[in-house]
T-cell receptor, first 113, second 111 residues
Framework: DGGITQSPKYLFRKEGQNVTLSCEQNLNHDAMYWYRQDPGQGLRLIYY???????QKGDIAEGYSVSREKKESFPLTVTSAQKNPTAFYLC????????????FGQGTRLTVV | QKEVEQNSGPLSVPEGAIASLNCTYS??????FFWYRQYSGKSPELIMSIYSNGDKEDGRFTAQLNKASQYVSLLIRDSQPSDSATYLC???????????FGAGTRLFVKA
């Protein structure tokens, strides 16, 4: 089955730790995205990538980093510089970045303990 | 002014009624418009996309777009309790080359 797989589903981070959220897609989509969702709020774009080895900052990139070494994979690292990382993180992909629908993974819920 | 605005709700309708969800956007250059449904604790799923003025129907769902008024809406006919969810309006912005999401409208369908 084609789709987007995020792991883990739940993640707990201690203060000062870096953590990496995985996102893999087998839809052969060129574009991939990371969004953050806080309770009662819409999705805010963290980073996006249109092609392999290239990515751009979204609206709230501070404290996050990404890589796009393979078309299928777009991992997100939440660094210790992100002061309020507790949120629901969503990875998405689309055929391209122009006028196309995005399809989402099941999300990772990150909690700072 | 937010780029994409939705009434947060909750919007409550009885089973079998028509639910009307509304969205306004600020950038006149916006070209593509999407409605996503998100159940509590789950990820959004695309239910409708619309690109030109007018209505687009898909089963019980109708999307309506009025670019002159910068307004897009979603009608759900014969609402079912399983339609209870948060509905996110999303707008593709060619200037920023990205999709912008509204905060969503919570819909409750009472049995």
């Amino acid at each position: 089955d084609g789709g987007i797989t995020q792991s883990p589903k739940y993640l707990f981070r201690k203060e000062g730790q870096n953590v990496t959220l995985s996102c893999e897609q087998n839809l052969n989509h060129d574009a991939m995205y990371w969004y953050r969702q806080d309770p009662g709020q819409g999705l805010r774009l963290i980073y996006y990538s249109q092609i392999v080895n290239d990515f751009q900052k979204g609206d709230i990139a501070e404290g996050y980093s990404v890589s796009r070494e393979k078309k299928e994979s777009f991992p997100l690292t939440v660094t210790s510089a992100q002061k309020n990382p507790t949120a629901f993180y969503l990875c998405a992909s689309s055929i391209g970045t122009v006028n196309t629908e995005a399809f989402f993974g099941q999300g990772t819920r990150l909690t700072v303990v | 002014q937010k780029e994409v605005e939705q009434n947060s709700g909750p919007l409550s309708v009885p089973e079998g009624a028509i639910a009307s969800l509304n969205c306004t956007y600020s950038d006149r250059g916006s070209q593509s418009f999407f409605w996503y449904r998100q159940y509590s604790g789950k990820s959004p799923e695309l239910i409708m996309s619309i690109y030109s003025n007018g209505d687009k129907e898909d089963g019980r769902f109708t999307a309506q777009l009025n670019k002159a008024s910068q307004y897009v809406s979603l009608l759900i006919r014969d609402s079912q309790p399983s339609d209870s969810a948060t509905y996110l309006c999303a707008v593709w912005n060619p200037g920023g080359f990205k999709t912008i999401f509204g905060a969503g409208t919570r819909l409750f369908v009472k049995a």
